[in-house]
C-alpha cells in the first residue's frame, strides 16, 4: 500500500532554471507537487491525468510511466504549508501539503522512497 | 686515542699580527718561480712542499702526514713596504680622523680639561675616561649600545680640530677609494702613504683603540696595514694537471707569485735607489695586488683577470654569495643520489605515486640488505646488473668492500655467492620511497615523499592534484628526487612526508590537495541534476577507479533505466557523512540559502548520500577550507583522502572526457542585439565623463575631501569607466548563455572569472598604470595620435574593444603598458620576498616546539609558553580552531535537519 497515492493533473511544464530542465506542476487537490525532469524521462504533457505515488516499497510501473527511487530529506513549514522535498539523487520531488509528510507521520526523515507519476490514460 | 668532549663557548675573531703570521708560518716564500727545470716545486715557492702535500704517496716534511691527513701549513711573505689590508679601510679611516695625527690619543677631552688654548669643548661634551667608564660597564651586556656608544666617540672625536692632549693641529683625512688616503694640509693635498698610516696607528695607546672598537689584545689598529702577508696551505689552492700533462694553478696562487714578483721588484728598486717616483709606482701595483688578493670585486679597480680574462676567484669571492663556500658548500651541498628531470603531468598515478624514468631507475640505487626472504629476488638483481632493470649497481660484502657490478665478469657466481648479511645496491623499483622537490622551497610541503612508479620516458610524472603544495605547472619545470639510503630515513619520509599525510596543510588546516581547472569542470558536470547515466555510461566512467561494489538500482527506472551523477558521487562517501552548504555556483541569481533551491546551488549530503546540489570549487577545491572535502579528510582520514582523489577525482575527470569539454568563439560572442545596446551605454558613459571635464574646466567641479580638482576629475571618470565595464559586462552576461563551457568554468570556479568573460566579449575597460590612467609619454599626451592635453578615455588608456573583437594598435599599446606593470611587480615581488623569507627562515629556523608545547630556542629561551598561545596545530585543527561545535553537530544529528 502506497504511503501517498494522489490522482493529478499535469497543470503546467515550464523550463527550470537549469539548461535542459524542465519543471511539471502537478495538482493534485490537497496537495501540489513539482517534478524535476529532463529530456530523457520527459513523457508528460499539460493537461495529462496522472497517478501521483509515493511508497516505501517498490511500485508497479511500465515503461510508459515515470518511476524512480530515492529519499525524502526536508521538510519546513512555510506560511501555511509544508514544502517537503525528496530528492532523486538529484532530481528533485518538491511536495507542498497543508499537513506535511513528516509531520503528519506518513513518512520519516530519510525514508527511502519510490516515486511513480503514471498516466492514467 | 681517547675523546674528551669539547664545548665552544664562543669565537674570538682578531686580526693577525705580523709576529703572529711569522710564528705560524713553517717558512718565508721569496722565489717568484713556482718549479725548477725538472718540474719539481721550488722551496720558498708558494709551492714549497712544506706548505702541505697534495700528491698521494708524499709525506709532508712538517708534520710528516700523508696527503688527506696533513692539513697544510702557512708561510709568509715579508712585504718590503707596508700595505692597507683593504677589507679594514673602514676602520682604518675611521680611527685616524678620530686619533691625533702628532699623538695618537683619541680626540676626546680629558676629564681634566685640556691645557691647550685652541681646543674648544662644550661643558657638556663626553669625555675620555667617561666614555671608557661606560664602555667597561655595558661592553659585555649591551653590546649593540657599546657599538653606538663607540660610534658616538669616533664621530665626537672626528670633529676635534686640534687634539686635546697634545695641541697639535689636525687636518681634515680624506680617502679616495677604495684605499688612498689623503690629508688636506695648507699645502694641498698630500698622499699619506702606507708607512706612514701605519706610524699613526702605531701610536695609538691600547685605552683608546678600546674606544674605537678595538680589542688590543686581538686587533691593535697597525695590523689593518699588512707588514706581513701569510701565504695560505696548499690544501687550499691545490695545483690540477690537466690532460695534456700540463699543471694548472689556483687563482690564489697564481696571486701569490704575483704579490711575490712585484715585492721582489720593489725591493730591488729600493736597494738600487730607484727614483722615488718608480719606488711608489712598484709600491702601488703591490697595493693593488694584495687587495684583489683579498677580494678582486672592489668597486673603483679593476678586477685582476687571469691569461684567458677571466677575473681571477680570490679570497672574498671564494666565501660571499650564492655559490660561496657558506651558502654554496655549508648550508647546502650537491648530493648524491639525486635526480633532475622535466616533470609532466598523469593522472592515472596515485597521488603519493612519482613516475621516475628506466634510465633514472638503473642510476639510483636502494642499499638493501640480503635476508633469507628477498634473497632470490636480490640475486636476480645482482644478474641482471647495472644494465637491465630491475638490477643492481654494488654489492657490498659482509667485510665492508664494495664490488662494482660494472666491473664484474660472471655476475650469476657473485649472485650465488649472495648470503644474508650482504647488501646490495639494487636500482629503484615500484613502491621505493623517494622524496621530491620544486624549488623555490617556500614552506614543508615543498618537499614531500612519493612511491616510486618506474616508467618509461624521460621526464619525472606526476599527479595533477599535487601542483599547488609544489606550485608546479608543466611548462618547463623540473623537479628534484631524493633517494633516502637508510632504512630510519626511509621509515621517516613514508609516515611523515608521504604525500597523503600532507593534504591538509599545516598554514590553516585545508586541503592544499584538491580538486583545480578539469576537475572541478568534470565534477560539476557529473553532479548536476540534469546529468543521467545510461548504465553503461556510469560503468565507462567508474571504470577508472578502484571501485569494488554494487552499483545498485539506477536512480530513475522508467521510462528508461537512468543513473544520475549525484548517484556515482554518492558511492564514494562514507556512509555517515553529513554535509549541509552552498555550492561556488550558489550566486547572483542562482544563489540559495536553504535546501529548498531551484538551482542546485546547496549542497545537502545525508547518511553519505549527494541528494542535492553540485561539486564545485566549494566542494571539493584545493586551498578550500571547511569544504566537503576538508571534513571529509578531516573525518575519515589521510587514507580516504587519498582514496577519494585516486578514484572519485578520476571519475570527474573521466566524465569530463566522455561528455566532452572544450570552448568556442560563440561562448563569449555577443548578440548584435548586445553589440548596440553596449554602443548605447559607452555613448551614455561618455557624456558623463565630459560632463566632469566640462565642470573642470569652468572650475564648477567638486573636489573630493584630501585631493586635489585634477585628482578629483581622475577619480570621478575612473568610477564612471568602471560602471561602464561593468555595465558593459552585465549586458554580455545576460546575451551569453550562463551553461556554455566558458561560464561553466567561471561560476564553478575551475578556471577565470566573471572578469575576463567580460574582456573576452564586452570590453578590456580602463588600463592603468600604478592605480592610475595612463598619461605619461610624450608631452601632454600618451601617444602622437592625440590632441595634447587630451583627458578622453580614449586618449587615456580605456580599450573600448573585446578580446573577441580584437583591439586597434593604440588599444593594443595600452594593454601592453598596464600589462607591463604586472609583469614588472611580479618579478620585484618574487625577488624581494623570496630574499625576505630567506631572512626570516635564517632567523627563525632553530626555534623548535618542545614535547611541553612550549616554543624554545636551541638556548631554551621561551618565545611563547604554549604554541601559538592555544597550543593548537593548524594542520589538525578546525581551520585554525580548537574543535568547531557546528560541524560536530552536523556530523552526528545533520541528517534530521
Known amino acids: ?121 | 686515542m681517547s675523546e674528551t668532549e669539547k664545548i665552544i663557548k664562543g669565537i674570538q675573531f682578531g686580526l693577525l699580527s705580523p709576529d703572529e703570521i711569522r710564528k705560524m708560518s713553517v717558512g718565508a716564500i721569496k722565489s717568484p718561480d713556482v718549479y725548477d727545470e725538472d718540474g719539481t716545486p721550488i722551496e720558498g715557492s708558494v709551492l714549497d712542499p712544506r706548505l702541505g702535500v697534495i700528491e698521494p704517496g708524499q709525506k709532508c716534511p712538517v708534520c710528516g702526514n700523508p696527503m688527506g691527513v696533513c692539513p697544510g701549513h702557512f708561510g709568509h711573505i715579508e712585504l718590503v713596504r707596508p700595505v692597507i689590508h683593504v677589507g679594514f679601510v673602514k676602520e682604518i679611516y675611521d680611527t685616524l680622523k678620530a686619533t691625533c695625527r702628532n699623538c695618537g690619543r683619541l680626540k676626546l677631552r680629558p676629564e681634566k680639561g685640556s691645557t691647550c688654548e685652541e681646543f674648544k669643548s662644550e661643558e657638556e661634551e663626553l669625555t675620555l675616561e667617561k666614555a671608557y667608564r661606560i664602555l667597561k660597564a655595558i661592553k659585555k651586556r649591551y653590546p649593540l649600545a657599546a657599538k653606538r656608544l663607540i660610534d658616538h666617540v669616533k664621530k665626537t672625536a672626528a670633529k676635534q680640530e686640534v687634539c686635546p692632549h697634545c695641541c697639535a693641529k689636525q687636518y681634515k683625512i680624506k680617502i679616495e677609494k677604495p684605499y688612498t688616503f689623503y690629508e688636506e694640509r695648507k699645502e694641498g693635498l698630500v698622499k699619506l702613504l702606507p708607512t706612514e698610516i701605519r706610524e699613526r696607528l702605531e701610536k695609538i695607546p691600547n685605552e683608546d683603540a678600546e674606544l674605537l672598537g678595538f680589542d688590543p689584545q686581538y686587533s691593535r689598529p697597525e695590523w689593518a696595514v699588512l707588514t706581513v702577508l701569510p701565504v695560505p696551505p696548499i690544501t687550499i689552492r691545490p695545483s690540477i694537471t690537466i690532460e695534456s700533462g700540463m699543471r694548472a694553478e689556483d687563482d690564489l696562487t697564481h696571486k701569490l707569485v704575483d704579490i711575490i714578483r712585484i715585492n721582489n721588484r720593489l725591493e730591488e728598486s729600493i736597494r738600487s735607489g730607484a727614483p722615488q717616483l718608480i719606488v711608489e709606482d712598484l709600491w702601488d701595483l703591490l697595493q693593488y695586488h694584495v687587495a684583489t688578493y683579498f677580494d678582486n670585486e672592489i668597486p673603483g679597480i679593476p678586477p685582476a683577470k687571469h691569461r684567458s680574462g677571466r677575473p681571477l676567484r680570490t679570497l672574498a669571492q671564494r666565501l660571499k654569495g650564492k655559490e660561496g663556500r657558506f651558502r654554496g658548500n655549508l648550508s647546502g651541498k650537491r648530493v648524491d643520489f639525486s635526480a633532475r628531470t622535466v616533470v609532466s603531468p598523469d593522472p592515472n598515478l596515485s597521488i603519493n605515486e612519482v613516475g621516475v624514468p628506466i634510465y633514472v631507475a638503473k642510476i639510483l640505487t636502494v642499499p638493501e640488505r640480503v635476508t633469507k626472504f628477498n634473497i632470490e629476488r636480490l640475486r636476480q638483481a645482482v644478474i641482471n646488473g647495472p644494465d637491465k632493470w630491475p638490477g643492481a649497481n654494488y654489492v657490498i660484502r659482509p667485510d665492508g668492500r664494495r664490488i662494482d657490478l660494472r666491473y664484474v665478469k660472471d655476475r650469476k657466481e657473485l649472485a650465488a655467492s649472495l648470503t644474508p648479511g650482504y647488501i646490495v645496491e639494487r636500482h629503484l623499483v615500484d613502491g621505493d620511497i623517494v622524496l621530491f622537490n620544486r624549488q623555490p622551497s617556500l614552506h614543508r610541503i615543498s618537499m614531500m615523499a612519493h612511491k616510486v612508479k618506474v616508467l618509461p620516458g624521460k621526464t619525472f610524472r606526476l599527479n595533477l592534484l599535487v601542483c599547488p603544495p609544489y606550485n608546479a605547472d608543466f611548462d618547463g619545470d623540473e623537479m628534484n628526487l631524493h633517494v633516502p639510503q637508510s632504512e630510519e630515513a626511509i621509515a621517516e619520509a613514508r609516515e611523515l612526508m608521504l604525500v597523503e599525510k600532507n593534504i591538509l596543510t599545516p598554514r590553516y588546516g585545508g586541503p592544499i590537495i584538491g580538486a583545480g581547472q578539469d576537475f572541478i569542470s568534470g565534477a560539476y558536470l557529473l553532479t548536476v541534476k540534469t546529468t543521467l547515466l545510461t548504465k553503461e555510461e556510469a560503468y565507462t566512467i567508474l571504470g577508472v577507479s578502484d571501485y569494488i561494489g554494487d552499483l545498485g538500482e539506477p536512480a530513475i527506472l522508467a521510462p528508461n533505466e537512468y543513473y544520475t551523477g549525484k548517484q556515482i558521487v554518492s558511492l564514494f562517501l562514507p556512509k555517515d557523512f553529513n554535509f549541509h552548504g552552498t555550492a561556488k555556483i550558489s550566486s547572483g541569481p542562482r544563489a540559495c540559502k536553504t535546501e529548498d533551491c531551484p538551482h542546485d546551488s546547496y549542497i545537502v549530503i545525508k547518511k553519505g548520500i549527494l541528494l542535492e546540489g553540485v561539486f564545485d570549487k566549494n566542494a571539493i577545491g584545493n586551498q578550500q577550507p571547511e569544504s566537503i572535502l576538508h571534513w571529509l579528510i578531516r573525518e575519515y582520514g589521510d587514507e580516504y583522502g587519498r582514496y577519494l582523489m585516486d578514484n572519485l577525482f578520476k571519475v570527474f575527470i573521466r566524465y569530463a572526457e566522455m561528455r566532452g569539454f572544450t570552448m568556442t568563439l560563440d561562448d563569449i560572442t555577443i548578440s548584435e542585439d548586445a553589440k548596440s545596446k553596449t554602443k548605447e551605454l559607452i555613448k551614455q558613459h561618455e557624456e558623463v565623463v565630459n560632463d566632469y571635464m566640462v565642470k573642470y574646466n569652468e572650475g564648477k567641479l567638486e573636489p573630493i575631501p584630501g585631493r586635489t580638482l585634477e585628482e578629483s576629475l581622475e577619480n570621478y571618470i575612473l568610477d564612471t569607466l568602471d560602471k561602464l565595464r561593468n555595465s558593459a559586462g552585465e549586458i554580455a552576461a545576460q546575451d551569453l548563455d550562463p551553461f556554455n563551457n566558458v561560464y561553466v568554468m567561471a561560476r564553478t570556479g575551475a578556471r577565470g572569472s566573471v572578469l575576463n568573460i567580460t574582456q573576452m566579449a564586452a570590453m578590456l575597460g580602463q588600463q592603468t598604470v600604478r592605480g592610475e590612467r595612463i598619461s605619461r609619454g610624450y608631452l601632454n599626451r600618451v601617444l602622437p595620435h592625440f590632441k595634447v592635453n587630451d583627458k578622453s578615455p580614449e586618449a587615456r588608456g580605456f580599450v573600448y574593444s573585446s578580446f573577441r573583437s580584437g583591439l586597434n594598435p593604440i588599444e593594443m599599446f595600452f594593454h601592453a603598458a598596464g600589462g607591463r606593470e604586472g609583469l614588472v611587480d611580479t618579478a620585484v615581488k618574487t625577488s624581494q620576498s623570496g630574499y625576505m623569507q630567506r631572512r626570516l627562515i635564517n632567523a627563525l629556523s632553530d626555534i623548535r616546539v618542545e614535547y611541553n608545547g612550549m616554543v624554545r630556542t636551541t638556548y631554551g629561551d621561551v618565545i611563547q609558553v604554549i604554541y601559538g598561545d592555544d597550543g593548537v596545530d593548524p594542520m589538525r585543527s578546525a581551520h585554525g580552531k580548537t574543535f568547531d561545535v557546528n560541524r560536530i553537530i552536523e556530523r552526528v544529528v545533520g541528517w534530521k535537519r
Open chain 1, 1 to 121: 500500500m502506497p504511503e501517498i497515492e494522489k490522482e493529478c493533473k499535469v497543470i503546467s511544464k515550464v523550463p527550470g532554471s537549469l539548461k535542459g530542465l524542465k519543471l511539471l506542476n502537478l495538482d493534485c487537490g490537497d496537495i501540489t507537487a513539482t517534478v524535476d525532469l529532463v529530456q530523457e524521462i520527459d513523457i508528460f504533457d499539460e493537461g495529462n491525468e496522472v497517478t501521483f505515488v509515493v511508497s516505501r516499497d517498490k511500485p508497479n510501473y511500465t515503461p510508459n510511466d515515470f518511476c524512480a527511487h530515492g529519499y525524502l530529506f526536508y521538510e519546513k513549514k512555510s506560511d501555511d504549508a509544508f514544502v517537503s522535498l525528496i530528492s532523486l539523487y538529484g532530481l528533485l520531488v518538491k511536495i507542498v501539503s497543508n499537513s506535511g509528510i513528516i509531520s503528519s507521520g506518513i513518512l520519516n526523515m530519510m525514508d527511502h522512497v519510490y516515486v511513480c507519476i503514471k498516466k492514467l490514460n
